[in-house]
């Protein structure tokens, strides 16, 4: 398998994490021994001056952000040379502290623009000290936080869960709080220690919640994994060898190739992860370069972890892989082997798996219109109340080939957490706005301030074949929803969607007459349900208001949808399209075909359901119109109430 880098630095920029200190372990909060300051782990710790070097060569190469942390970084006494250095600059960084060392001047550095994250062990001193193992720790974290306050440096408090203080998780959370506006919560479970102490890691093991705790803390996202690749490829593995049926055992092959991070340590060992402690899997910048480090040595690892029969025959092909967290290099800090299994992740992997299976069931709901899927998910609960009792005839058990996510969220960001892009459409109720691949819907009234949080948000992409629907939770509280987009109709969003795959609404009422469908066109009060109301009987009806006109491979099929006027009878049945009637009240019944060209390009866009305009969809939609109007026979109809316009119309079925 052959493994490239991208070089293409300007446009991906590299992101780097570096230890500044020793760290006995990757994650090992229970145990804090610090090393003595003249021991040798100490003393070979990279210089500032070896430091230095480091940073030029990583920036030469394109690295724009840094990730800082330990151990703890400010025990070196040159951090504040360091992170000056480091981040001068940097595009970006992030900082990982125990905030116990912040002084007036730390603090009045870290106001440069990055993002501090402070850990929070416990709510009270006992608990927290009893965390660290470090008498006074609690003090000298609150003195780190009311500096940084002093000074106006922004910081997130990164709550660490553990069983020694989960029983303070509530009262955590209210002191993260008031401490900042933002706070976070850290891993929820705790990996092992490669130090050779079988006591600390039996200490670290003791230390992990109960699985069912680990959901509460790391909640599953169901709605994204979706729309997620294939366990394979979402777990950084690659897909399973062809012809065998078997997972590709190459353990870090995709990872690397995908990254563009890297990690250095405190002795100038490089390596693609923070995770990697085997000596063999890192490189000493001591005795080479950066650039031949991630060009050369980096890649060269893809192939070198195998994880043979032992992940194969278990984390390879378990059944609970798509729901699990495990790496390969949890299974090397467990057990000393990569391919190993980890009992622990077993079982959150199981809790994983039964907490989006009860979500499935109470989140998540699709339905079926002119052949595409549309996935309906919320960070609600959806009963049987949510949404009107006539979508029920359009809901199906599973996706289809064609799926449209729809994802409803009750909460709406602000603008502040917004980039809206460049505004083409400004007339209430909405504002429409293009990204590079993506339209942004902002809910506004006339009198809106321009620069007021938005009432109400919809994203989708450029396709319109994913939706995120944003509104405020009281929305969600009604019942009997009238669409499942919950605007106050489904076309605003589905017609773009319509015109990707050659389709459009048309204001119609529409019947399936022996197998073939008929489409009478007109606007309001022309006798679009006075048609059907003749008709009954002699068919399905689709729909009396709004019906979907698709061009398939083998022609044009009329569909119903679920967007009905005066009558409720509605199917998502369709059939092939036998000819579109344009509807004329009169005295006597007569079918004359429309044969002039442009009469028919006009009558047809003159009732085609159009969106919040854009020149795409309007592009798109021409296109379909001349294809409809050259394709299918196309009719003026003259009727009476008297009925005999049936006879008419069975005559043409027939």
Known sequence: MKIVINRDYPLLPLDGKIDLTYRCNNACRHCWSWLPQDSHEKRNELSFEEWRQIIDQARAMGCQTWSISGGEPMLRPDFVEIFDYLTRKAVSYKLNTNGTLITPEIARLLTRRGDKMVALYGATADV???VTRIPGSFEAAMRGFAYLKEAGAPFTVQIVPMRANYHQFDQMQALAQSLSPVYRVGAAWLWLSDCPSDARNREIADQRLDPKEVIVLDTPNPAAELFDKSGFEKAGLENPIEGTGQPDDQLFASCIANRRDF?????????????????????DLRQGTFQEAWDQFIPSLADTVRGGQEYVENCGSCELRNDCRWCAVYGYLEHGRYAARVDYLCQVAAANRRYKEDWRMTHLRYYQIAGITL??????????????????????????????????????????????????????????????????????????????????????????????????????????????????????????????????????????????????????????STMLKILRGQGEILCDDRNIIRRWPDGFRVHGTWSHGELPDVSSAGAPLLGIFFLQQAKTNQLIPIN???????????????????????????????????????????????????????????
């Open 128 to 130: 927290h000290d009893y």
């Open 263 to 283: 990690h250095v340590d405190p002795y100038g060992m490089m390596s693609f992860c923070c995770f990697i402690k085997d000596p063999a899997l890192r490189y």
């Open 375 to 528: 996935q309906v998910s919320a960070d609600f609960p959806i009963t049987n109340e949510t949404f009107a009792a006539k979508f029920e005839k359009f809901r199906v058990d599973a996706p289809g080939t064609d799926t449209i996510s729809i994802q409803l969220a009750s909460s709406v960001p602000t603008l502040a957490e917004l980039r809206l892009g460049k505004e083409i459409y400004h007339r209430p109720p909405y504002a429409i706005y293009e990204q590079r691949d993506s339209w942004v819907y902002r809910g506004i009234h006339s009198d809106d301030d321009p620069h007021t949080d938005p009432r109400s948000l919809v994203i989708v992409n450029k396709d319109y074949s994913r939706m995120t629907i944003c509104r405020d939770g009281k929305a969600f509280t009604w019942q009997n929803l009238q669409s499942l987009t919950t605007l106050p109709s489904d076309q605003i969003l589905l017609a773009p969607a319509l015109a990707e795959r050659e389709a459009c609404f048309m204001h119609s009422s529409a019947i399936v007459i022996n197998g073939r469908g008929l489409l009478f066109v007109g606007h309001s009060e022309v006798g679009k």
């Open 596 to 654: 002039n060209m442009r009469e028919r390009l006009d009558e047809l866009l003159a009732h085609v359901i159009r969106p919040l305009l854009t020149a795409d969809w309007w592009e798109k939609t021409l296109n379909l119109a001349g294809k409809i109007a050259n394709e299918v026979p196309i009719y003026r109809l003259k009727f009476d109430k008297s009925g005999q316009v049936v006879d008419v119309l069975k005559t043409l079925c027939e």
